[in-house]
């Protein structure tokens, strides 16, 4: 099964696509985390896309398509994939769809988490994470269980907060939203792909409701 992860961001996808790897086994592709690993390890594409991404502008077709290209390609062994802030632009959903029509596995369904705009503010300002295993917090929402200590590694007071979740790039990032992401939700409606959950709910909540979605494509 492979599903798409489509919202603003804060809306909460990358939380979700843990909760789905974990019950479903299903491989996690963030182009958000890609181009970050990117970024950190100095590579030219890294330099390239530094400063768009700080902006919260949208770095360019070419580059993401390239690099979910090869991540498809290197990546066989798995039951399906979950795709995290990718596509993107009309253009980036029409290369995916070819991508993933020469290998024959089509897209089962598109995940729309639907949020009002003025959470989203509140969601990035309190996003932390772990900055050994990339666990993903909220300050108030949802802490690590124990303060100053990830629960999924164990790792001790080594936290850190995105240089992009800040007012100013959350407003260009928003934009970029509604004027080149948001047309997917008509795209993929039209493909009867789409399936919207309110991702206002709490955590555990939104998660079950995804999950009733995921386990009727079984039946
Ligand atoms: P995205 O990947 O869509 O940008 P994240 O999954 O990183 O969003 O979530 C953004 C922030 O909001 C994180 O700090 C996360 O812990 C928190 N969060 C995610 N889902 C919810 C929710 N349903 N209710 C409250 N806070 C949430
Ligand atoms: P994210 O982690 O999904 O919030 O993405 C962080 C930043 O990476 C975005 O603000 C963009 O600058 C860039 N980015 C991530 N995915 C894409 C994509 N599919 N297309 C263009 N830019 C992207």
């Not at 029509?101 to 932390?128: A, C, F, M, T």
Request: contains cysteine.
């Amino acid at each position: 099964m492979n599903i798409i992860l489509l919202g603003p961001p804060g809306a909460g996808k990358g939380t979700q696509a843990k909760f789905i790897v974990d019950n479903f086994g299903m491989l996690q592709l963030s182009t958000g985390d890609m181009l970050r690993e990117a970024k950190n390890s100095g590579s030219e594409i890294g330099k390239v896309v530094s400063e768009v991404m700080q902006r919260g502008d949208l770095v360019t077709d070419d580059i993401v398509i390239d690099l979910i290209s090869s991540k498809i390609d290197t990546s066989s062994n798995h039951t399906g994939f979950i795709f995290d802030g990718f596509p993107r632009t009309l253009n980036q959903a029409d290369a995916l769809s070819k991508l993933l029509s020469i290998k024959n596995k089509p897209i089962n369904y598109v995940i729309e988490l639907r949020v009002n705009d003025d959470v989203l503010i509140e969601r990035i300002i309190g996003r932390y994470s772990c900055n050994k295993c990339g666990e993903v917090y909220h300050e108030k929402n949802n802490p690590t269980k124990i303060p100053l200590i990830c629960d999924v590694c164990g790792e001790k007071d080594n936290f850190m907060k995105r240089p992009d979740d800040n007012e100013n790039s959350l407003k260009t990032r928003l934009m970029s939203y509604y004027k080149d992401t948001s047309p997917l939700i008509g795209y993929y409606h039209v493909k009867k792909l789409l399936k919207t959950i309110n991702a206002l709910d709490e955590i555990n909540n939104v998660y079950r409701n995804i999950e009733t979605i995921l386990k009727s494509w079984y039946l």
